[in-house]
């Protein structure tokens, strides 16, 4: 990695760090607690933003999909493979989050709702994709089923955000993006903290990005050497 690089990848780690130190002070200071639901309707500053960049992850995972089927070139399985790794993480805080959030509002851990079972399926269908993935060599066949795995995975995410509309759900529709408008019905505050905690993930995920891209080429690197040594002897 040249010097330029890694001082762009430091300045982006230390911005990510800076943006969820502002985070966390507006969410735990800044904002005022929600009437309705009290201090727990905070965990919806990791819920939200988390579900959002889940959903960024796997619409990477497709798009590099399609690119990785159509040219078969390893760079697109390698950010396929990094961003699935990173949308099933964001996938868990969400599946974490939830229930944690639903405990003291709905009386319970979890409920059998349209949402709820689309969002596991989902998680289940990324955590089956890396199952598949890390048993695959670079170009082998098991690299392109993971790749139409990742594709028919993202299907998924439309269900998911329109089935709070399509049928009556224990999951509150949503909030921030509405036929009302951006962030109708809440607090201007709370917006803003939504904001800033979302500009915080989204600046996780391409830290993440760039380091989970960065260790697989290296992988690469060195199966290239073994190769390389092995034959030349």
């Not at 509309?165 to 803003?192: C, N, Y």
């Not at 939504?194 to 600046?203: D, E, N, P, V």
């Amino acid at each position: 990695m040249s010097e330029e690089a890694k001082q762009s990848s430091s300045i982006l780690i230390w911005l990510t760090a800076l943006a969820f130190l502002i985070g966390m002070a507006a969410i735990f200071i800044y904002v005022p607690t929600e009437q309705m639901e009290g201090a727990v309707q905070r965990i919806m500053y990791f819920h939200i933003p988390a579900a959002w960049l889940a959903f960024f992850s796997f619409f990477i995972v497709f798009i590099c999909s399609i690119l990785f089927l159509w040219k078969k070139e390893r760079e697109w399985d390698i950010y396929a493979l990094a961003s699935a790794e990173i949308g099933v993480i964001f996938c868990s805080l969400v599946l974490i989050t939830g229930p944690i959030w639903a405990r003291p509002i709905w009386g319970a851990w979890w409920v059998w709702d349209a949402r709820l079972t689309s969002t596991l399926i989902l998680w289940l269908i990324y955590v089956s994709y890396l199952m598949l993935r890390y048993q695959t060599e670079a170009g082998s066949m098991r690299a392109r089923f993971a790749a139409v795995l990742g594709i028919i995975g993202f299907l998924d995410i439309p269900f998911i955000h329109f089935s709070v509309l399509w049928w009556r759900t224990f999951h509150p529709p949503p909030k921030m993006i509405s036929p009302e408008g951006l962030g109708a019905g809440m607090d201007t505050s709370m917006v803003a903290t939504l904001m800033l905690s979302l500009g915080a993930f989204t600046l996780l995920y391409f830290v993440l990005m760039g380091q989970r891209i960065k260790v697989e080429t290296m992988k690469d690197e060195v199966e290239q050497l073994k190769k390389d040594h092995l034959y030349s002897n």
